[in-house]
């Protein structure tokens, strides 16, 4: 059996908040009166994972350190100069046009059958989505296949992890919660 140590875990957390990218923002919240923007989940469930790896004993690769956006081919570059075991997106989704809440609800964990490693890709993603059933409350709804170069581009396994959804009022608060964002973290782990 490889040691921890053996492995290179890369970790990337979608949409930067400096400049905001536009529609990935939760709508209005009430009492609050502003928005959370997809990043200020992505970002810290990202940050959590990085730790949890390294308390396991995994080297680890921030594919995107930085705050703001950068371009999606950057990001496939840093990771296939990286050479990581493997690549793990954290995404938060959202439904209908961005402005009203809505039912659509759960966490979804993705993969492509493009990416030259497709079915270790599919293993990890059925592995992560498992581990987020035993740990997180909220619906799970599924593995699916999407065709974004951070799953189809980079060379090594790749999966993506909407982990709920910002147009629902529910899963929208979840974005904050630092339990729950520690709990995505540590079941992606």
């Known amino acids: 059996m490889a040691l921890a140590s053996s492995f290179l875990i890369a970790a990337n957390d979608e949409h930067g908040l400096n400049p905001p990218t536009a529609g990935k923002r939760t709508p ?4 609050i009166n502003r928005s959370f923007y997809e990043n200020e989940f992505n970002r810290r469930c990202k940050n959590a994972f990085i730790e949890a790896c390294l308390r396991c004993g995994f080297n680890v690769f921030d594919v995107k350190p930085e705050i703001q956006d950068i371009s999606i ?52 993603s059925e592995d992560v989505y498992q581990q987020l059933i035993n740990n997180v409350s909220n619906n799970g709804r599924g593995i699916g296949t999407l065709n974004v170069s951070m799953l189809t581009a980079v060379n090594c396994p790749a999966t993506l992890i909407e982990a709920g959804f910002m147009t629902n ?13 520690t709990q995505v973290a540590e079941g992606v782990c």
């Open 28 to 31: 209005i919240m009430p009492y």
């Open 73 to 124: 081919t950057l990001r496939v570059r840093r990771t296939n100069n990286a050479r990581p075991t493997l690549v793990v997106t954290f995404a938060y989704n959202a439904s209908g046009d961005g402005t009203t809440f809505n039912n659509a609800n759960g966490f979804e964990v993705y993969y492509s059958r493009l990416n030259q490693f497709a079915t270790r890709s599919q293993n990890l």
């Open 169 to 181: 009022f529910e899963e929208a608060k979840l974005m904050l919660n630092p339990i729950y964002i």
